[in-house]
């Protein structure tokens, strides 16, 4: 019963900015953790940044500070991914994924279904 439902991928040109929603189809407990994983052919599904629901707090990886911004609607049970200064190497199917705690597991079972984010020049 309970879902992520992913929307707001794209194409744009290196600079453009994105946006990303995932929503669930219940309210998330105040411990849990959200974020987000872009995942590339043959590589394994990156962390680029994740909130915990209760107190707002983010991470961020390295490559994406000062480029991206995670945020929640807690009336909505949503959570965006604001990208902006899009590089190539920002390519991939991005998957939002909920967890028990911080750092989000790889092997939770809780994950969207991906939507295609493409970046080219």
């Known amino acids: 019963q309970v879902q992520l439902l992913q929307s707001g991928g794209g194409s744009v040109q290196t600079g453009g900015s994105l946006t990303l929603a995932c929503t669930a189809s219940g309210r998330p407990f105040c411990s849990h953790v959200l974020g987000w994983f872009p995942q590339t052919p043959g590589k394994e599904r990156e962390f680029v940044a994740a909130?915990?629901?209760?107190?707002?707090?983010?991470y961020y990886a390295d490559s994406v500070k000062g480029r991206f911004t995670i945020s929640k609607d807690g009336p909505k049970s949503t959570m965006y991914l604001q990208m902006s200064s899009l590089k190539e190497e920002d390519t991939a199917v991005y998957f939002c994924?909920?967890?028990?705690?911080?750092?989000?597991?790889?092997?939770?079972?809780?994950w969207g279904q991906g939507t295609q984010d493409t970046v080219s020049s």
């Open positions: 994924a909920k967890d028990n705690s911080y750092p989000i597991s790889r092997t939770t079972k809780l």
């Open positions: 909130i915990r629901w209760g107190s707002g707090r983010t």
